[in-house]
């Protein structure tokens, strides 16, 4: 999960992993993590997407040159992790578990609505999860990396916006 704290006030929740207890399985999931579910032992081995795979899952938004590079910065994920969070409902150790009452301080729910990897269905039933505390907001012309593509500058001002009205709250 990427978290930015602020001053210990609040998180913003983006590129975050959808805990344990939300079905995070869909058609756009199963897709962009096709080729490593369907190798035996996944969950025993890292992994790297392939490329073809980053592209339709998280960089489609992007301009070609941009995926590459952003591409070339992608590091080996432990497969033991994919399984936690995606079949989390095999784990006995709840390792992807979270219990919202911990959630005490103001958290901001960032979602692009053309993410494939984490829709933004998904990712809504978190803002809805963490509702006690939790602000959502969907931006429409954004995928994954919300903070990435194009006109990112809108979202960084949404964020130091929100930022600013909480560290006064």
């Known amino acids: 999960m990427v978290c930015f704290a602020a001053a ?3 998180a913003i929740l983006k590129h975050f992993l959808i805990p344990g207890d939300i079905n995070a399985l869909r058609y756009t ?3 962009s993590f096709w080729s490593i579910l369907t190798t035996w032992g996944f ?3 890292p992994h790297r997407m392939s490329f073809a795979a980053s592209v339709y899952a998280m960089l489609h938004l992007l301009p070609l040159k941009d ?3 952003v591409y070339e910065k992608f590091v080996f994920e432990p497969g033991r992790a994919v399984s936690e969070i995606g079949f989390w409902f095999f784990d006995v150790k709840s390792a992807a578990k979270v219990d919202e009452a911990t959630m005490t301080w103001p958290v901001l729910v960032v979602s692009g609505a053309k993410n494939r990897i984490t829709p933004a269905a998904m990712i809504k039933k978190v803002a809805v999860k963490y509702q006690t505390v939790a602000t959502y907001k969907e ?3 954004h995928a994954h990396g919300v903070l990435s593509e ?3 500058e809108n979202i960084a001002t949404f964020i130091s916006d929100w930022l600013t009205s909480e560290i006064k709250s």
């Open 43 to 45: 969950w025993r081995n």
């Open 29 to 31: 999931v199963i897709k």
């Open 67 to 69: 995926q590459k590079e």
């Open 8 to 10: 210990g006030t609040g």
């Open 139 to 141: 931006f429409e012309n």
């Open 150 to 152: 194009p006109h990112w």
